[in-house]
């Protein structure tokens, strides 16, 4: 059983960066690919990026490419997800996740774990 944990979440103004880490521990050689998703209130679960593990192919959610960069390191197992120019609109509680078999990349429904999530707060 993987278990995830989300961290550096906060407060920060428009035009800055914060960078969030998931912690990946228990089964972590199962492991196929690990995404972000954020869900804002009101909204539904949405995808933000995803990293494989073995060669650290990335996807990104077009309104973050260019201003989001998501990492991993394998002997941590831990991935990154770097975030710069935040917007307003990137407000929303930010979820890692992990998917053991390969699957639709984006979709929420296609992961198997999931961090407790992190809040993120974009102040205008």
């Known amino acids: 059983q993987v278990q995830l944990v989300e961290s550096g979440g906060g407060l920060v103004q428009a035009g800055g960066s914060l960078r969030l880490s998931c912690a990946a521990s228990g089964g972590t050689l199962s492991m196929y690919a690990m995404g972000w998703f954020r869900q804002a209130p009101g909204k539904e679960r949405e995808f933000v990026a995803a990293i494989t593990w073995k060669f650290g192919t990335t996807y990104y959610e077009d309104s973050v490419k260019g201003r989001f960069t998501i990492s991993r390191d394998n002997a941590k197992g831990t991935v990154y997800l770097e975030m710069n120019t935040l917007k307003p609109e990137d407000t929303a509680v930010y979820y890692c996740?992990?998917?053991?078999?390969?699957?639709?990349?984006?979709?929420?429904?296609?992961?198997?774990?999931w961090g407790q999530g992190t809040q993120v707060t974009v102040s205008s």
């Open positions: 996740a992990t998917q053991t078999l390969p699957r639709t990349i984006a979709t929420v429904g296609d992961y198997d774990y």
